[in-house]
């Protein structure tokens, strides 16, 4: 079993940054994807950015591509989510995810992650 461990996040005006950071543990070496996701109030879950541990390679949300950048670090099994240029629609309780392999869908889809963090709260004040 993976666990996931989300810190960072708060309050932020607009225009500002924000860095979520998260930590996973236990049988990481099953998974093959790390991801964020965010849930806006009132709206559902949807996909941010994630990463493809074997290859590296990050995919992002149209939304955010450009002001948001994820990065890991595989020594400590940990993906970072630094968030610049905030806007109000960024506001929404971001949730950390894993994947495992064979990645079941899209890189993008709720249904290919089985293991997700605690979330976290995200709000942009203007």
């Known amino acids: 079993q993976v666990q996931l461990v989300e810190s960072g996040g708060g309050l932020a005006q607009v225009g500002g940054s924000l860095r979520l950071s998260c930590a996973a543990s236990?049988?990481?070496?099953?998974?093959?994807?790390m991801g964020w996701f965010r849930q806006p109030p009132g709206k559902e879950r949807e996909f941010v950015a994630a990463?493809?541990?074997?290859?590296?390679?990050?995919y992002y949300a149209d939304s955010v591509r450009g002001r948001f950048t994820l990065s890991r670090d595989r020594a400590k099994n940990a993906v970072y989510l630094q968030m610049n240029s905030l806007k109000p629609e960024d506001t929404a309780v971001y949730y950390c995810?894993?994947?495992?392999?064979?990645?079941?869908?899209?890189?993008?889809?709720?249904?290919?992650?089985?293991?997700w963090g605690q979330g976290t709260q995200v709000t942009v004040s203007s």
């Open positions: 990463i493809r541990w074997s290859t590296g390679r990050i």
């Open positions: 995810a894993t994947a495992p392999a064979p990645i079941q869908s899209t890189m993008a889809s709720l249904r290919a992650y089985d293991v």
């Open positions: 236990g049988r990481t070496l099953t998974q093959e994807a």
